[in-house]
């Protein structure tokens, strides 16, 4: 069964730093999504893409962040200068045409700033 | 705005016991509601959804759930635990025009043997 993928599973990085999570969406997918979720809280949506550009964004979004789809199977989500507080989970998501409501999620990137 | 909310933050249950989670959303028409579950170190794995019609809905692992517009509720239920459904549960809700979906807090769920 096909899954969304994403590496790495942990990353560490000391604040200021930049880094870059990567996701492999499900390959017939046309949307693609970030979502982040705070130990003990919510899942927040941070920004979603479809057609090469930003579809939606939230007020979590911003200029710190970036997506990219360099190719045509990763979809990567950037944060410039990390912030004790960007330490989360960050989940990657997809979903197809005619469902595009049915999100997959890939399994998570547990972001650890120090 | 819309939102979810789920009352439980943990539930535990006996293996073998019928199961019921709660979740109360807020929206001014009818929306997508979802269940999802997590275990530990995966990702989020939908279980159902409702869009329209039958307000009983099966899904996966034989989880069902019931919408109740009359009491903006969206129940997960299962009439008999494993203990491999020890999880946390999200239950989310989007709404026409976007397929952003709001999240609720999580319940999660303890399993007794």
């Known amino acids: 069964e096909p899954e969304v993928t994403q590496t790495p599973s942990h990353q560490v990085t000391q604040m200021g730093q930049e880094v870059i999570l990567r996701c492999v969406p499900i390959?017939?997918?046309?949307?693609f999504y970030w979502y982040r979720q705070i130990l003990g809280q919510k899942v927040e949506f941070l920004v979603s893409f479809y057609n090469n550009e930003i579809s939606e964004k939230s007020e979590i979004f911003d200029d710190q962040f970036s997506v990219e789809r360099p190719d045509g199977s990763n979809f990567t989500l950037k944060i410039r200068s990390t912030k004790l507080e960007d330490s989360a989970m960050y989940f990657c998501?997809?979903?197809?045409?005619?469902?595009?409501?049915?999100?997959?999620f890939g399994p998570g990137t547990r972001l650890t700033v120090t | 705005a819309q939102s979810v909310t789920q009352p439980d933050i943990h539930i535990t249950v006996s293996e073998g016991a019928s199961l019921e989670l709660r979740c109360n959303y807020s929206?001014?028409?009818?929306?997508?509601l979802f269940w999802y579950v997590q275990s530990p170190g995966q990702g989020l794995q939908l279980l159902l959804k409702?869009?329209?019609?039958?307000?009983l809905v099966q899904g996966i692992k034989g989880f069902e759930a019931e919408f109740k517009r009359s009491q903006s509720s969206f129940n997960l239920r299962k009439p008999s635990v494993h203990w491999s459904d020890a999880a946390e549960y999200f239950c989310?809700?989007?709404?026409?025009?976007?397929?952003?979906?709001?999240f609720g807090r999580g319940t999660s769920l303890i399993v007794h043997p």
């Open positions: 409702y869009f329209s019609g039958d307000t």
């Open positions: 390959s017939n997918h046309l949307y």
């Open positions: 929206y001014g028409a009818t929306p997508y």
């Open positions: 998501a997809s979903s197809g045409g005619s469902l595009a409501y049915e999100q997959y």
């Open positions: 989310a809700l989007a709404s026409g025009g976007s397929y952003i979906p709001t």
